[in-house]
């Protein structure tokens, strides 16, 4: 694996999709609510029980926000690296109008933050009354599998637009979220995958939970972007999140880039040991548990890539994950339910933003393909592209995003029905964490759809008049399908069902279909395997 592939793993530490700090004003306004407004299933009070006991949440607006509400232990202690356990019952009223504290991770400015009592949820609604119980979006953050929490995304316009339920998570990152070491195995056996435990066990509380806030618990849709998107993967394929969704949305989530149980094992024994606790025994996973969570924080665990480059991620080949989801999609092994997914035009370029790249150095950079890499050439010419580095960042972006999302795609026909995009704002602000103003045109890059459905910090320079109308058919897109399963919607451009070839290009200049696979090459990348 090149350094480019770990900038992949790696860049959500700088960008962090930006969200790596406290939601604020939506740069794309002048959204307005819709929804039947009497008779709702539950009150309108900022005070609801819960199975633990009843917390206290704000109303701002048109919208009741819950802040903070754990649905799990605290991993600490004894409970580091163990299934999540039910939180302690509380009797007064508990506040919820604050987030809790984001998992341990690395912050922007390169110092740590956070905290191993991170397992807490943000619950949105609608402030008004409903005429029956309202679907439920279910969140999950990207960051890599290190970074990132459910309080960064605002998804106020999602609310009401889309009279909805909301729900962002937190779950636990990097080393803590996701060792494989046998010395801490859990439930016959199981390593790893305490990150995706969480996701579950927060879905299980929405699942128990959401009717109290008016929430449908049989209307529950799980969305990602990222890291977040590749969890969906996941809970596509989890004998365990069976019936804790009835939908899934997928953005920029190459669910490929996971690992087997025995990588996980070994990688995660070579991490234990650099921190000097070497062995799999009992003793072990006490030295393991004596060390300080941000200094596990601050020592990446890597399990891909010959050269360790990769970050740590879910692990398949066991009862939690029983394969790898990519082979469950082509198998038909997916849950059956409707999926609307997608990459964008140019991921990749938020990778290479702070490097230059000479027409001397793309050949070898092209060498990580081996005996591909004249073919790799002969379709991604250097004078096809104003810079090297973006012909560098055409065939990344290609291989390592849209085409394995394609590939999803089309194995994911076989299950239920599958509504795809691409979006392609060639103007799409830059996020921060990138160089300011951009070496060179970002063009739709990794995350930047994101401001266009949730309200996040700085995304900047502010949306013109035609990026807010997108913002405002893609919040209805997303919204419809949340809904019925369908993004179709009156008003909006007919969103064709998947077939093989009909991708909505989400542009601001004219809403369209094309062929994504064709366009971006991929049966070249078919038969060229991921280095």
Same mark, same amino acid.
């Given at each position: 694996?090149?350094?480019?592939?770990?900038?992949?793993?790696?860049?959500?530490?700088?960008?962090?999709?930006?969200?790596?700090?406290?939601?604020?004003?939506?740069?794309?306004?002048?959204?307005?609510?819709?929804?039947?407004?009497?008779?709702?299933?539950?009150?309108?009070?900022?005070?609801?029980?819960?199975?633990?006991?009843?917390?206290?949440? %704000?109303?701002?607006?048109?919208?009741?926000?819950?802040?903070?509400?754990?649905?799990?232990?605290?991993?600490?202690?004894?409970?580091?690296?163990?299934?999540?356990?039910?939180?302690?019952?509380?009797?007064?009223?508990?506040?919820?109008?604050?987030?809790?504290?984001? #998992?341990?991770?690395?912050?922007?400015?390169?110092?740590?933050?956070?905290?191993?009592?991170?397992?807490?949820?943000?619950?949105?609604?609608?402030?008004?009354?409903?005429?029956?119980?309202?679907?439920?979006?279910?969140? =999950?953050?990207?960051?890599?599998?290190?970074?990132?929490?459910?309080?960064?995304?605002?998804?106020?316009?999602?609310?009401?637009?889309?009279?909805?339920?909301?729900?962002?998570?937190?779950?636990?990152?990097?080393?803590?979220?996701?060792?494989?070491?046998?010395?801490?195995?859990?439930?016959?056996?199981?390593?790893?995958?305490?990150?995706?435990?969480?996701?579950?066990?927060?879905?299980?509380?929405?699942?128990?939970?959401?009717?109290?806030?008016?929430?449908?618990?049989?209307?529950?849709?799980?969305?990602?972007?990222?890291?977040?998107?590749?969890?969906? #993967?996941?809970?596509? $394929?989890?004998?365990?999140?069976?019936?804790?969704?009835?939908?899934?949305?997928?953005?920029?989530?190459?669910?490929?880039?996971?690992?087997?149980?025995?990588?996980?094992?070994? %990688?995660?024994?070579?991490?234990?040991?650099?921190?000097?606790?070497?062995?799999?025994?009992?003793?072990?996973?006490?030295?393991?548990?004596?060390?300080?969570?941000?200094?596990?924080?601050?020592?990446?665990?890597?399990?891909?890539?010959?050269?360790?480059?990769?970050?740590?991620?879910?692990?398949?080949?066991?009862?939690?994950?029983?394969?790898?989801?990519?082979?469950?999609?082509?198998?038909?092994?997916?849950?059956?339910?409707?999926?609307?997914?997608?990459?964008?035009?140019?991921?990749?370029?938020?990778?290479?933003?702070?490097?230059?790249?000479?027409?001397?150095?793309?050949?070898?950079?092209?060498?990580?393909?081996?005996?591909?890499?004249?073919?790799?050439?002969?379709?991604?010419?250097?004078?096809?592209?104003?810079?090297?580095?973006?012909?560098?960042?055409? $065939?990344?972006?290609?291989? =390592?995003?849209?085409?394995?999302?394609?590939?999803?795609?089309?194995?994911?026909?076989?299950?239920?029905?599958?509504?795809?995009?691409?979006?392609?704002?060639?103007?799409?602000?830059?996020?921060?964490?990138?160089?300011?103003?951009?070496?060179?045109?970002?063009?739709?890059?990794?995350?930047?759809?994101?401001?266009?459905?949730?309200?996040?910090?700085?995304?900047?320079?502010?949306?013109?008049?035609?990026?807010?109308?997108?913002?405002?058919?893609?919040?209805?897109?997303?919204?419809?399908? =949340?809904?019925?399963?369908?993004?179709?919607?009156?008003?909006?451009?007919?969103?064709?069902?998947?077939?093989?070839?009909?991708?909505? $290009?989400?542009?601001?200049?004219?809403?369209?279909?094309?062929?994504?696979?064709?366009?971006?090459?991929?049966?070249?990348?078919?038969?060229?395997?991921?280095?």
């Amino acid at each position: 694996m090149n350094a480019d592939k770990l900038r992949l793993r790696v860049r959500r530490r700088g960008v962090r999709v930006a969200v790596g700090v406290a939601a604020m004003a939506a740069v794309f306004s002048g959204v307005t609510a819709c929804g039947d407004e009497k008779d709702r299933p539950a009150t309108d009070s900022v005070v609801v029980g819960t199975q633990s006991g009843p917390v206290r949440g %704000k109303l701002a607006g048109d919208t009741r926000s819950f802040s903070g509400i754990p649905y799990a232990a605290p991993p600490t202690g004894e409970l580091r690296w163990k299934p999540p356990v039910a939180p302690a019952h509380w009797t007064q009223e508990r506040d919820a109008t604050t987030p809790g504290s984001r #998992c341990n991770q690395p912050q922007l400015t390169g110092e740590l933050g956070g905290s191993e009592d991170c397992l807490f949820l943000n619950v949105s609604t609608p402030a008004g009354a409903a005429a029956q119980r309202r679907p439920v979006l279910v969140w =999950i953050h990207g960051g890599a599998f290190v970074s990132g929490s459910g309080a960064e995304y605002d998804p106020s316009r999602l609310v009401r637009t889309g009279d909805m339920v909301v729900v962002t998570i937190n779950y636990r990152l990097g080393a803590l979220g996701f060792l494989g070491h046998s010395a801490v195995a859990h439930e016959d056996g199981q390593v790893g995958n305490f990150g995706l435990l969480d996701q579950q066990a927060a879905l299980q509380w929405v699942h128990d939970n959401i009717a109290a806030f008016g929430g449908d618990p049989a209307k529950v849709t799980i969305a990602g972007e990222s890291a977040g998107a590749m969890s969906v #993967c996941d809970h596509l $394929v989890s004998p365990r999140s069976e019936r804790l969704f009835q939908g899934a949305i997928l953005e920029s989530g190459p669910c490929e880039l996971q690992v087997d149980r025995q990588t996980a094992v070994d %990688k995660s024994e070579q991490y234990a040991t650099t921190l000097g606790c070497p062995g799999t025994d009992a003793a072990t996973a006490q030295c393991l548990r004596a060390i300080p969570a941000d200094k596990l924080a601050a020592t990446t665990l890597q399990y891909t890539g010959s050269d360790g480059s990769g970050l740590p991620s879910p692990a398949f080949g066991q009862p939690l994950l029983p394969e790898d989801p990519v082979t469950a999609f082509r198998e038909g092994k997916a849950a059956k339910v409707p999926v609307l997914i997608g990459a964008n035009h140019d991921e990749y370029t938020s990778f290479v933003a702070g490097r230059t790249i000479t027409a001397e150095e793309y050949p070898q950079l092209l060498q990580t393909f081996g005996a591909h890499a004249d073919t790799v050439a002969a379709r991604y010419p250097l004078d096809a592209y104003p810079q090297p580095v973006l012909a560098w960042s055409a $065939v990344m972006t290609d291989h =390592i995003f849209v085409c394995p999302i394609a590939d999803a795609t089309k194995s994911l026909v076989r299950t239920g029905p599958v509504y795809a995009y691409e979006f392609a704002d060639q103007n799409a602000a830059p996020l921060p964490g990138l160089p300011s103003p951009p070496p060179f045109p970002l063009g739709a890059s990794h995350a930047f759809e994101l401001p266009y459905l949730f309200d996040l910090a700085q995304a900047t320079p502010p949306a013109t008049p035609a990026q807010k109308i997108l913002s405002d058919k893609m919040i209805r897109y997303w919204s419809a399908f =949340i809904r019925t399963g369908d993004p179709n919607s009156r008003g909006l451009p007919d969103w064709p069902r998947h077939t093989g070839d009909q991708d909505l $290009v989400l542009n601001p200049e004219k809403i369209t279909t094309t062929d994504a696979a064709r366009n971006h090459h991929c049966e070249l990348w078919s038969g060229i395997p991921t280095p």
